[in-house]
C-alpha cells in the first residue's frame, strides 16, 4: 500500500529556515493527510486536505493541494530544533484505502 | 495524548513464540488499521477494520492475524515469531476511512 513517494528523502536546515516537502500519488484521493513522527515514537496528525481544496494553513504549516499533478507539499515555515521529525503524507482513495509515502527526514540545526 | 491507547508498549519475547498487541481506538471511531515500522522496512500497512469488519489487507503475513470486537478494540496476534518481526506496532483509529487517523505510541516488538 506504499503507493505514495516523498521527496526529498531527507532535509537538514537551519532554525528559522523554511522546509518544504513534496508527496506524489499514483491514484485518485478523497484527502491527504500529514503527519509528524519524532525518533521511534507515535504518528501525530499535522493537517487535513481534501480533494476539493487547494491550500490548508495550520501554524507555521502550510499544505498544498495539486490534484492535476497528484502531488502535495507541506511547507514549514520559521522552523525549530523541535521541528526535527520524520514526516509522512497519507492518502485515503475514495474507498477509504490508504497509501502513504517513505517519508521525509528533516533535520533542524540550531 | 491521542486518544489511541496500544498495550503493551513493550515486548520482548523469544522466536517461535505468539504474542497479541492489543489497540483501544478513540472513542467513537470505527476504524482500526494497524501499522508495522522497521528499521529495513520503514512504514508497513498492515490491515484495516471498520466497524468488525476487515476493510483492507496490506503486507500483512499469513503468521499474523487481526480481529475487531464488538466493543471495537482491535488486537492484532503474531505467530511464530522469527528475528524479523521485532518493529514497532502502530494501531490508528478513525471516525471512519475518510477522515483524520491518529496513532496509538506503538508497542515495540522485540523477538530474540
Known amino acids: 500500500s506504499q503507493q505514495g513517494e516523498e521527496d526529498p528523502q531527507a532535509l537538514s536546515i537551519q532554525e528559522g529556515e523554511n522546509a518544504t516537502m513534496n508527496c506524489s500519488y499514483k491514484t485518485s484521493i478523497n484527502n491527504l493527510q500529514w503527519y509528524r513522527q519524532n525518533s521511534g515514537r507515535g504518528l501525530v496528525h499535522l493537517i487535513l486536505?481534501?480533494?476539493?481544496?487547494r491550500e490548508k494553513h495550520s501554524g507555521r504549516l502550510r499544505v498544498t493541494l495539486d490534484t492535476s499533478k497528484k502531488s502535495s507539499s507541506l511547507l514549514i515555515t520559521a522552523s525549530r530544533a523541535a521541528d526535527t521529525a520524520s514526516y509522512f503524507c497519507?492518502?485515503?482513495?475514495?474507498?477509504?484505502?490508504?497509501?502513504f509515502g517513505a517519508g521525509t527526514q528533516v533535520v533542524v540545526t540550531p | 495524548d491521542s486518544g489511541v491507547t496500544q498495550t503493551p508498549k513493550h515486548l520482548i519475547t523469544a522466536t517461535g513464540q505468539r504474542v497479541t498487541l492489543r489497540c483501544s481506538p478513540r472513542?467513537?471511531?470505527?476504524?482500526v488499521y494497524w501499522y508495522q515500522q522497521s528499521l529495513d522496512q520503514g512504514l508497513q500497512f498492515l490491515i484495516q477494520?471498520?466497524?468488525?469488519?476487515?476493510?483492507a489487507k496490506g503486507n500483512i503475513l499469513e503468521r499474523f492475524s487481526a480481529q475487531q470486537f464488538p466493543d471495537l478494540h482491535s488486537e492484532l496476534n503474531l505467530s511464530s515469531l522469527e528475528l524479523g518481526d521485532s518493529a514497532l506496532y502502530f494501531c490508528a483509529s478513525s471516525v471512519d476511512s475518510l477522515n483524520e487517523a491518529f496513532f496509538g505510541q506503538g508497542t515495540r516488538l522485540t523477538v530474540v
Open positions: 477494520y471498520y466497524n468488525g469488519e476487515e476493510r
Open positions: 486536505i481534501r480533494s476539493n481544496e
Open positions: 497519507f492518502m485515503a482513495d475514495s474507498w477509504g484505502k490508504l497509501q
Open positions: 472513542s467513537g471511531d470505527l476504524s
